[in-house]
């Protein structure tokens, strides 16, 4: 314990009482607001994630506070842009009046420019106002109490209500060791010990689990693999579509080469059929080769029935007098 005189430690859980107290090894809570945090602490009153306006990932979001009143959005994403890309920002308003409530969440795009700014924006000035910066404890700190509830962190000795813990005012280390086994006694929960650390460190904020890391990665991973698979598919659908139409417009041409060499159509006066041919091009040539075939019909049809008639009419100058010799030939007898 002696070498931890001239150190702070910082909680890695959230203890109401501990929250309390200057070192962390008080037993009993000194102010009605902190017996309201234990209470709801011990019966599970708060959930973390009831919050419906929560939104993206809790390891890639720092929370910034003791903002001014002038500060708006654009603002706040000017200045935090600094630090990396925003991917989301919540600037936290009164519901009925709608001012600033003087702290907000920002979501950056990865766990490193979270980390950047975590480090870098702790004390920035942002519109006269010396902001500070800490990671996402609602979501991240286990146990943690909300202050409109009794817990939180900070505070003014002013108000009756004194608050340690955090990166800005870390606990002190502790003169005597914690009494465990006075709290067991008690029935008292004790409370958790924190990372010992010199002033001039900075604390880092938790980590993701490495199964989370794992899982996204594998998602990464899959979607990439789904979405080559996917231009592969397309890809080959496109293939497939041409070849299609290639044979659509083969078999097209061949039955209009048998259809010409069907009913005798001259070689003058056929379309020409390149193999750039569209398929519009195919279907136009094929109506004028059928309109073609009709007026060959027709005139076929009128030129063989002039002929027959032609040659009936023959036969019959023939035929004529020969019926009227016989005509006459009876009537004499």
């Known amino acids: 314990m002696s070498s931890n005189i001239n150190s702070v430690f ?7 009482i501990q929250a309390g107290s200057i070192d962390g090894t008080d037993i009993l809570p000194h102010d009605n607001a902190v017996y309201r945090a234990l209470l709801c602490s011990n019966a599970a009153l708060y959930d ?7 939104i993206g990932d809790p390891y890639c979001t720092v929370f910034v506070g003791r903002l001014s009143h002038l500060t ?10 600094k630090y990396g890309r925003v991917k989301n920002l919540r600037l936290v308003r009164h519901i009925v009046t709608g001012a600033s409530r003087r702290f907000a969440f920002v979501e950056f795009e990865t766990e490193k420019e979270m980390r950047r700014a975590y480090q870098d924006a702790h004390h920035a000035i942002i519109d006269d106002a010396e902001i500070i910066v800490d990671y996402n404890r609602q979501q991240l700190m286990p146990g943690w109490i909300p202050r409109r509830l009794g817990g939180g962190l900070g505070g003014r000795k002013e108000s009756g209500q004194l608050r340690f813990g955090g ?19 008690l029935g008292i929960t004790p409370p958790p010990e924190g990372r010992y650390m010199s002033r001039f460190q900075v604390p880092s904020p938790p980590r993701k689990p490495r199964k989370l ?24 659908m496109e293939r497939d579509e041409h070849r299609t139409v290639g044979r659509k417009q083969d078999s097209r041409r061949r039955s209009y080469v048998e259809e010409e060499s069907q009913y005798g159509k001259s070689s003058e006066d056929r379309p020409e059929c390149s193999p750039n041919t569209t398929s519009i091009e195919t279907d136009h040539n094929y109506k004028w080769s059928t309109l073609d075939r009709e007026e060959h019909y027709h ?11 032609r040659k009936r009419s023959s036969r019959d100058k023939e035929e004529c007098p020969s019926k009227r010799h016989r005509h006459y030939s009876r009537s004499n007898h």
């Open 72 to 81: 708006t959005e654009p603002t706040l994403h000017k200045a935090m842009s």
């Open 213 to 236: 890391v794992e899982k996204e990665e594998y998602s990464y991973k899959r979607s990439s693999v789904d979405r080559e698979e996917l231009s592969q598919i397309s890809s080959s």
């Open 48 to 54: 973390p994630t009831g919050d419906p306006k929560i």
């Open 299 to 309: 005139s076929r049809s009128n030129a063989g029935g002039g002929e027959i008639s």
């Open 167 to 185: 990166r800005e005012r870390p606990f002190r280390a502790p003169l005597q060791p914690i009494p465990y086994e006075d709290l067991k006694k």
């Open 10 to 16: 910082y909680a890695e859980s959230y203890h109401p």
